[in-house]
């Protein structure tokens, strides 16, 4: 054993590598991502890894090796889970030989996601197991519990952190190697009476399930990490329960204090029944703190009806403690006091500050995204079009004043999107714009969807050569993989021609005119077709020389300001400079100034 | 005993290299360590936070409002902003050049820093600044802000480490050819 600093992530990899992981795969999404970055960093060579094409991928990668025996690990975001509940479902039925675990990253508030759905649910819908980590430290000694679970029991189990879990570092005790497990995979052993699903088999595995999770409810009561802890005043009537790094917050908040009655649940499917009514018995209330659904709060009602305990619990439903968005330090300590009726906690009380500068996410000043955008703007002005957006980076091509994403739904969406449009509103000129990442994770069906379906739409490929948003993974167009090997990329072009679309031309959208040109072209043409922005990640590439601004050509007329709202391009002492910190000399503003004011170092 | 550090400022400017560093002096010093930071849609030029906490019986990386013996401030606006989660009486050490949000050019906005630093002066007890930039100039390269502000905010008192034990931490971090120019920002008075 010894100490180490680490985020939470990286906890959750070191924790699986020392329990003999042999495979770990997944798609990247915030806040997920770097556990599998982790794994890949301290991989000696015994272990597999691979960014998947996408969640599915992930989830039937891992389970094929874990038929093996292997102890396999798939990791991914709540939305994630989405795109593999298929065979997520499915696998639930069929179980698995050797430890797997799911791991999905929770995101209440959300901070970077579309949706603030809870794991938990999913766990009680999908009747696998789940364990909840409260700290770092629980992250790195529950990850191991979850295989050996997984791994008694023959079933995949659910892990699932939030992000203050993943994100948060601490220093925690760690194994030496030399107290690492290893595991030997015995490898696949045929049975189709085992692998091969179907209803009869499905039917008589829902009957174990259901008796096994009867077992894990006991199972669970016992288990180390779900705790409960005695009032420190006696006659106390009142319990709290929490879970997660909420839990962390109600300990915050009760330090020093007389606590009351205290549970914390780290396995919230099965429920730890016995100790969920030990916990209740002899109680009148109970404060229920969570993030995203109140699972431990309709668990801990149906308790007081099928054991007739006269409890009222309160939380979430009953609207004391509030039903979206995170909970923090300030939002618990409250609760807390209402609920005790003590003071609530002193919040600062100043006197209002000064305006304050907001500073929203943009574009990166020479990012490729913001050429093609314009490009497409400009094509298409006067003309009725519609925009579909989708997942990454370029979600941020909404923000005033490129104003060029009307929709965003979910990963793959907006191929599809245009689609509906266009059968409704056949006048509108359908565009649909996606990234190479997510174009490879989910928008090739949308594509042959629209070739075999003769839909009248454009989709546009913006390809930067990486997964920009979470922090610029590979992915099947990069030509490398999490192993270090360098191969053969998938062409995005032979992809598309593939599928049937007649017309696809490759453009660099920092060549503005011919860019615009292409868009014009294409998509006055009927049918599918399609444009491929290319161009690298502004992050990834060497900065050029900044761009200068002639002051004998410059008028002031603001117009690359206001057409282009590239950070790069700054107002000092009320004139337009280029701000040298920033400025990658991508040169879409010289190409845009009506003055020819703006010129590139390397140009000149 | 505990002490609460926040770090505040825009993304770009060091603040998490800055937290590391204080984290691992902890870590070489036996005192168990918590923080937490943003990461997310937070990309270049978006407001960064760091807490920070040393000592034992640590439950949350986080702390609620009127906690943080410390902030250590970046930026003057990004300061204000955190200024709720300081203690009465808590120290502040601020880098007074502020920097412009990337959208202020489209906004029109004429936010200058200025009335952030008065704002401060009124409302903390404890304030020592510094204008980063020229400290920066003084010593010669634009990359060692995030080693001024952490030697000043070391001066104070508050965080329970020596410059020379910071420093020791320093110098198995960054490459040995920026040693000496670390040091001597960590020293900037």
Not at chain 1, 123 to 148: H, R, T
Not at chain 1, 295 to 304: A, H, N, P
Not at chain 1, 409 to 432: H, R, S
Request: charged share 20%.
């Amino acid at each position: 054993m010894h100490q180490e600093f680490l985020m939470g992530n990286a906890a959750i990899a070191r924790g699986a590598i020392a329990a003999g992981l042999n495979l770990v795969c997944g798609y990247p999404g915030t806040p997920s991502t770097e556990v599998l970055e982790t794994a890949a960093k301290v991989n000696d060579g015994n272990l597999y890894v691979e960014w998947s094409v996408n969640e599915k991928a992930a989830l039937e990668l891992g389970a094929g090796a874990a038929y093996c025996g292997a102890r396999s690990m798939v990791t991914m975001k709540q939305v994630g889970l989405n795109v593999a509940s298929d065979p997520l479902m499915s696998l639930a039925y069929i179980g698995v030989k050797g430890g797997m675990v799911i791991l999905v990253a929770d995101d209440p508030g959300p901070i970077s996601s579309q949706t603030e759905q809870d794991t938990r649910s999913f766990a009680a819908y999908s009747k696998l197991p789940c364990f909840d980590p409260s700290s770092v430290q629980e992250a790195y000694d529950m990850i191991g519990d979850a295989f050996a679970y997984s791994e008694r029991y023959h079933t995949p189990v659910l892990f699932r952190p939030t992000t203050r879990v993943c994100h948060g570092y601490a220093s925690v005790t760690v194994k030496d190697e030399d107290e690492f497990q290893h595991n030997q995979p015995e490898g696949f052993v045929k049975d189709s009476s085992k692998w091969v699903i179907f209803p009869r088999l499905s039917y008589q595995a829902h009957i174990s399930i259901e008796a096994r999770n009867v077992e894990l409810q006991h199972e669970f009561s016992q288990y180390p990490h779900n705790v409960l802890t005695p009032e420190k005043e006696t006659g106390c009537k009142k319990g709290i329960v929490s879970h997660g790094i909420s839990e962390t917050y109600v300990q915050e908040a009760l330090a020093g204090k007389d606590a009351p009655r205290l549970l914390k649940i780290a396995t919230p499917f099965p429920f730890p029944e016995e100790l969920a009514v030990e916990f209740l018995e002899g109680l009148d209330e109970v404060l229920c703190i969570e993030e995203l659904d109140p699972v431990i709060e309709r668990e801990l009602t149906y308790l007081c009806g099928k054991h007739h305990l006269h409890v009222n619990i309160r939380g979430k439903l009953t609207h004391d403690v509030k039903n979206a968005g995170e909970n923090t330090c300030a939002s618990v300590a409250e609760n807390i006091a209402d609920f005790l009726d003590w003071e609530r906690p002193a919040q600062a009380s100043l006197d209002p500050p000064p305006a304050l500068p907001v500073r929203p996410p943009v574009l990166c000043a020479g990012c490729p995204h913001r050429a093609s955008f314009y490009a497409v703007k400009q094509a298409m002005k006067g003309k009725k079009a519609v925009f579909c957006g989708d997942i990454g980076c370029y979600t941020l091509g909404n923000a005033m004043p490129l104003d060029m994403v009307d929709t965003c739904l979910c990963m793959g969406a907006g191929v599809n999107i245009t689609q509906g449009i266009g059968k409704i509103e056949p006048d509108t000129t359908c565009f649909a714009f996606v990234g190479d990442s997510t174009f490879f994770a989910s928008a090739i069906t949308g594509a042959v969807n629209a070739v075999y379906n003769q839909a009248e739409m454009t989709l546009v490929i913006l390809d930067n050569s990486t997964t920009a948003m979470t922090g610029h993974q590979p992915h099947p167009g990069t030509g490398r993989t999490m192993m270090g090997q360098v191969v053969e990329k998938v062409s995005i072009e032979a992809v598309l021609k593939g599928v049937g679309v007649k017309t696809v031309e490759t453009v660099n959208p920092l060549h503005l005119e011919e860019a615009i040109e292409t868009v014009k072209r294409v998509a006055a043409e009927p049918g599918v077709k399609a444009i491929i922005f290319k161009s690298p990640c502004a992050v990834l590439i060497k900065p050029e020389q900044p761009a200068v601004i002639d002051p004998e050509k410059c008028t002031q007329c603001k117009r690359c300001i206001k057409q282009l709202g590239c950070p790069g391009i700054v107002l000092q002492d009320g004139k337009v400079t280029i701000e040298q910190s920033l400025c990658t000399g991508c040169g879409l503003c010289t190409q845009v100034c009506p003055f020819h004011a703006i010129s590139t170092g390397g140009a000149n | 005993m505990q002490t609460n550090i926040l770090i505040c400022g825009v993304g770009g400017q060091g603040i998490v290299l800055t937290s590391k560093l204080i984290a691992a002096t902890a870590m070489a010093n036996s005192i168990p360590v918590m923080s937490a930071e943003t990461i997310g849609m937070a990309q270049k030029g978006g407001s960064v936070f760091s807490f920070l906490r040393l000592g034992d019986n640590l439950h949350c990386p986080m702390f609620p409002e009127k906690s943080a013996d410390i902030i250590i401030g970046f930026e003057p606006a990004e300061a204000v902003r955190m200024l709720p989660y300081l203690k009465d009486g808590g120290s502040m050490v601020l880098n007074t050049h502020p920097i412009m949000p990337v959208t202020a050019a489209l906004s029109g906005s004429d936010y200058t820093g200025r009335e952030m630093v008065q704002y401060l002066k009124q409302h903390v007890q404890h304030l020592m600044t510094v204008d980063g930039d020229a400290a920066c100039k003084a010593l010669g390269s634009p990359k060692v802000l995030n080693m001024i502000m952490l030697g000043l905010a070391i001066r104070q008192n508050v965080i329970p480490f020596s410059i020379d034990e910071i420093e020791a931490t320093m110098k198995a971090t960054v490459k040995p050819q920026f040693v000496d120019l670390n040091s001597k920002a960590l020293r900037y008075e």
